[in-house]
């Protein structure tokens, strides 16, 4: 007999009935919930530590998504055949709950919390990601742990000009909007997507749009909690506090680091010795004892007034920590075909964010693997984003590829992908290595990607660049908008709002809030902003490359293709693929033949063009259709009592019978062909019992007095 939990139904906003349901799975978690829609059921839980670990002064908190095969009924392709370390995909998921959720766990609040999501049933329809916030919102609210929320989120898609809640996949690939915006009941807190060059006003109005069905989430997850018994939340003390002390740090420093803010250094590393200096001054005037009990709270409250000098000087003077101007860019340079083997190659430098950006052009065979339990297939647009520590000056082992990375390539990619020729016939596989990083280094990789596919001779429809955005405000309205933010910015700031595009509109877009009430005016100035900034920038890089090389590289691979009817298929591989085997091999090529609609599509894929070009002409020989009185060279390859079998197209033989040999009677075929002789036939029609080509040879040699059609 099942044990009955707490069940709260609600509409999701788009006409489906969600169903939020406590107290049945997972009762030991602090927070347990299954998300039910459809046949689709997600089970989110939290836990936390009852207290913080000594010397931990920020939120410990771990957001980890995972799909389980069983929920979509597959078994994992993997050679463990288990689930494993997450996909890409569940961590692009699982930094979305992180980023929505993050900022609104107190700020004082330092023990561990780790909350999970499982996809435990899929209908294959309903794409979870767009459910995951609702579910780890509603676990937390269930919980005991404290929080600023409740929040929830939706996917956003435009389908015929109409702006649509939570599109099934099939409708994606109709819609010019794909985005998951999340929110509380009165902020934006988070924005991720891609678009069709869309406007900044579309996309202002496809987030007021979700921000309304979230409205209705926010509702029904108070419901959900009051039914569930409505937890009051745990009390705690994981901060040390001496308010007197903290005074005193700020009456002795803050005119200090506001002083060294409004030089406007643009060098990160002076800047840095600047504000450690008056920082070091300070800590002077205690004794080796006191500073011993004292320092962790000493440089916890200078931090404070950085945070707060800095923002005060961006506010007061609308300079910026480098002495830009709250719309400045940072120089900019660039350059093309830096790694001359490369297929492709771009530098990029902003300031002091630079990226090394290569293009590698692969064949079909060189397709990632997409094996999820909700989303399979192959990805012939690869975008791989790596950030080592020298980057920053610091020493950083290499341990894997980090959440970060993953979804700052992510957002690069999808903000190029956009701008991809619709038949290009390559595996593309981008590369951004950051080699300098003060602010924005996804949207350095954004601006160096065009410029390496461009150099690369991939036929982009226009180039792509990307701006980082951010904001400072103070609680009496006053803000201030920053173009191409600088790490600290980024740092300090109340806004993180990535945007690309083209000149024509925005294809990708990543926004972090960690302000409440951010105005839909002031969203909208920094989309305007952000516009200008990346036409800019546009401009900038149009100076090195403006449009894609009219052909690829000399030592670029090449890929030719051709469609076969589906009936040469067979003969085109040959009987246990004996001759597209030969062929790969006497040209130095891969081929791939792939059954779409009927027909075969073939891919040639040679190291130059002379390779390629002479496997495809094998190619076109075995397809072709001889014509009746056409006269071939061909090459005797066997010789029988009864006649000769001879190669008269490419991997096409025929039977040139011996009557047909010469205008005399021959007996046999001895001293008069032998294998490897070259000689010319006319093609006389196929053998309508054997279907096999038949030949003459007579035909074309001079026929003696006397001779017959039939003289043999």
Known sequence: MSQLGTIHSFDLGDGR?????????????????????????????????????????????????????????????SFFRREAKL???????????????????????????????????????TMPDALVGLAASAAVAVSDIPFNGPISEVRVGKIDGKLVLNPDLDQLEKSTIDMIIAASATDILMVEGEMSEISEAEMLEAIKFAHEAIKGHITAIKEFAIKAGNKPKREYSHEKNDFELKEKVSAATYQKVYDVAKIGNPNKNERKVAFKAVLE??????????????????????HEVEYNAVRRVALDTKLRLDGRKTTDIRPIWSEVAYLPAAHGSAVFTRGETQSLTTVTLGTKLDQQLIDGAFIEGEAKFLLHYNFPGFSTGEVKPNRGTSRREVGHGNLALRALKKVLPDNCPYTIRVVSDILESNGSSSMATVCAGTLALMDAGVQIKKPVTGIAMGLITDDKGGYAILSDILGDEDHLGDMDFKVCGTKDGITAVQMDLKVNGL??????????????GRLHILNEISKTLSAPRTDYKPHAPRLLQIEIPQDFIGAVIGPGGKIIQEIQKTTNTTITITEINGKGLVEIFGEDDAAASAALARVKGIVAIPEIGEVYDAKVKTVMPYGAFVE??????????????????????????KEGDMIQVKY???????????????VLLPKPEGATADNK
């Open 17 to 77: 009935i969600v169903s939020l349901e406590t107290g049945k799975l997972a009762k030991q978690a602090d927070g347990s919930v299954v998300v039910k829609i459809g046949d689709t059921m997600l089970l989110a839980t939290i836990v936390s530590s009852k207290d913080a670990k000594d010397g931990v002064d920020f939120l410990p908190l771990t957001v980890d998504y995972q799909e389980k095969y069983a929920a979509a009924g597959r078994i994992p392709g």
């Open 87 to 125: 996909s890409d995909y569940e961590v692009l998921i699982s930094r979305i709950v992180d980023r929505a959720m993050r900022p609104l766990f107190p700020e004082d609040y330092h023990a561990d919390i780790q909350l999970m999501i499982q996809l435990i049933s899929s209908d294959k329809k």
């Open 281 to 302: 001054e300070y800590k002077a005037t205690f004794t080796p004892e006191e500073l011993k009990e004292k320092e962790g709270l000493i440089n916890k409250y200078y």
């Open 519 to 532: 105005p839909y005016e002031v969203m909208s100035q920094a989309l305007n902003q952000a516009k200008d």
């Open 648 to 673: 008269f197209m490419p991997g096409k033989d025929g039977l040139l019978h011996i009557s047909e040999v010469e205008w005399r009677r021959l007996d046999t075929l001895e001293g008069v062909l």
């Open 684 to 698: 006389i029609g196929n053998d309508p019992k054997t279907g096999k080509s038949k030949l003459s040879r007579k």
